[in-house]
């Protein structure tokens, strides 16, 4: 059963979004978008799980120890996609949304990118506009799929990388860390040699 989405104004503690790092938080991550995909839209399985899971990076948004919402990242040269974004109905809530928008845009940005790019339906893509801060992209035509009604339209949000961004200059150790985990010695890390 869901908890109440008006709980997170009193207990904003409950909300914690997260890198997935673990079998069970992608377990999580897919049981939330095949809720949100395949039941509440209709969409395949086959375009649910497109063949990209395995390349991107993925994060998992827990209300407690109940996971409610999901999205993924995948990495390009220049740029970051934001994609497959989902929430559990109960818990589509603006404040639940730009927690985990925020939560990417840190992690996006702290990978040195300066730009995230996403696609949405033309609904969800004012919501990303208002809420989030994403501009729609220059010069490009929106996208029809197989199945959907409405085109997609491709939105673009600018970042600013903080000054401990990861870059080819950033101590080796760090690039062996756990992904989204870069400040914390691993368990591996001999410290002080």
């Known amino acids: 059963m869901d908890q109440e989405p008006s709980r997170i104004r009193r207990h904003d503690n409950l909300i914690r979004v997260e890198v997935v790092t673990t079998a069970e938080q992608l377990l999580d991550a897919h049981a939330i978008r095949a809720i949100c995909f395949m039941e509440e839209n209709g969409v395949s399985a086959r375009q649910t799980y497109d063949g990209n899971d395995y390349q991107a990076t993925h994060i998992i948004v827990y209300a407690g120890d109940e996971p409610i919402g999901t999205a993924r990242i995948r990495w390009f040269k220049d740029f970051a996609k934001m994609e497959r974004t989902s929430f559990r109905k109960t818990w589509r809530d603006p404040r639940v949304i730009k927690r985990c928008a925020e939560f990417i ?6 990978k040195g990118y300066d730009c995230v790019i996403t696609h949405a339906k033309p ?70 040699s």
Do not use: C, Q
């Open 123 to 192: 609904l969800h893509a004012r919501l990303w506009r208002r809420m989030l801060g994403f501009m729609p992209a220059p010069g490009k035509d929106p996208l029809y799929f197989e199945g959907h009604d409405e085109p997609y339209v491709e939105l673009v949000k600018h970042l600013t990388p903080p000054e401990n961004a990861i870059t080819p200059s950033s101590d080796a150790a760090i690039l062996f860390r756990i992904e989204g985990h870069w400040d914390v010695h691993s368990e591996f890390e001999v410290v002080g």
């Open 105 to 110: 845009f840190e992690h996006i940005s702290r």
